[in-house]
């Protein structure tokens, strides 16, 4: 099998790396990633600058291909240009700190999974729960068993999921749940501040995870000691709505 590596924190993040060496026992495992942290740019693309690519040691004895561009960038490239012949599956992460709800759509650990489905290669994103220590090996293991049965049960249909491990020090996590991603939103403010030079500031405060209590959510199973895995799609049409819009008789 061969497996396409990207993430959003950069080329040499312990999550990216743990996620390498248990994704070797699976087959050939190409890492094309940042070369700096790219978190919470979303789907973003680089249109307007070039994109240079540099052989990284990994430091375990692999090498990967390190692009100052964005996760989105590095698997369009990898898929487009870096890769003799694409791969069966594209995976990213680990990602250190959870990507659940509405945090998907900020998450470039998601996009660069996002980026791989686009292509109709099968797609994982891999996130742990931040925590004082952070098992990544431990996530990544979880992670494969999970990649090594959608590709027994998918086969070549093009799947893209969302995984979450929560902190494994904590314990094991209480098993795994399949459920759809939250809609509630954050619990988050703004605080205005000063420069030196007196000028106003604003730094985002609160928290931007939500919380969703009693339903059936990636929150909720999360919170309740879950891995949670959400099946994503790429088509943001709000299918139940378009022939009520088709009903306002839009007029120019
Ligand atoms: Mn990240």
């Given at each position: 099998?061969?497996?396409?590596?990207?993430?959003?924190?950069?080329?040499?993040?312990?999550?990216?790396?743990?996620?390498?060496?248990?994704?070797?026992?699976?087959?050939?495992?190409?890492?094309?990633?940042?070369?700096?942290?790219?978190?919470?740019?979303?789907?973003?693309?680089?249109?307007?600058?070039?994109?240079?690519?540099?052989?990284?040691?990994?430091?375990?004895?692999?090498?990967?291909?390190?692009?100052?561009?964005?996760?989105?960038?590095?698997?369009?490239?990898?898929?487009?240009?870096?890769?003799?012949?694409?791969?069966?599956?594209?995976?990213?992460?680990?990602?250190?700190?959870?990507?659940?709800?509405?945090?998907?759509?900020?998450?470039?650990?998601?996009?660069?999974?996002?980026?791989?489905?686009?292509?109709?290669?099968?797609?994982?994103?891999?996130?742990?729960?931040?925590?004082?220590?952070?098992?990544?090996?431990?996530?990544?293991?979880?992670?494969?068993?999970?990649?090594?049965?959608?590709?027994?049960?998918?086969?070549?249909?093009?799947?893209?999921?969302?995984?979450?491990?929560?902190?494994?020090?904590?314990?094991?996590?209480?098993?795994?749940?399949?459920?759809?991603?939250?809609?509630?939103?954050f619990n988050e403010g703004w605080e205005r501040r000063s420069d030196p030079?007196?000028?106003?500031?604003?730094?985002?405060?609160?928290?931007?995870?939500?919380?969703?209590?009693?339903?059936?959510?990636?929150?909720?199973?999360?919170?309740?000691?879950?891995?949670?895995?959400?099946?994503?799609?790429?088509?943001?049409?709000?299918r139940h709505r378009i022939d009520n819009v088709r009903g306002w008789d839009?007029r120019l």
């Open positions: 099998m061969r497996i396409l590596l990207s993430n959003d924190d950069g080329i040499m993040a312990p999550g990216l790396l743990a996620l390498r060496r248990a994704l070797a026992e699976l087959g050939d495992v190409t890492v094309v990633a940042p070369t700096v942290a790219q978190s919470a740019v979303g789907h973003a693309i680089t249109l307007t600058d070039p994109i240079r690519v540099h052989r990284v040691d990994l430091g375990d004895g692999a090498k990967g291909y390190g692009v100052n561009g964005r996760p989105a960038d590095c698997v369009k490239l990898a898929l487009l240009e870096l890769m003799p012949e694409p791969p069966d599956l594209v995976a990213s992460g680990v990602n250190l700190g959870t990507n659940l709800g509405i945090n998907v759509l900020y998450s470039g650990t998601v996009a660069a999974a996002v980026e791989g489905a686009f292509f109709g290669v099968p797609s994982v994103a891999v996130s742990i729960e931040d925590s004082d220590a952070v098992d990544y090996d431990g996530a990544a293991a979880i992670a494969r068993r999970i990649i090594d049965q959608m590709m027994a049960r998918g086969g070549k249909t093009p799947l893209l999921l969302n995984v979450n491990v929560p902190d494994l020090a904590a314990g094991p996590p209480k098993g795994i749940r399949v459920v759809p991603q939250s809609m509630k939103g030079r007196g000028r106003t500031y604003y730094w985002m405060t609160g928290n931007q995870e939500g919380e969703d209590h009693g339903v059936d959510s990636d929150v909720a199973a999360f919170d309740e000691g879950y891995v949670t895995v959400t099946p994503l799609r790429f088509d943001l049409t709000d839009l």
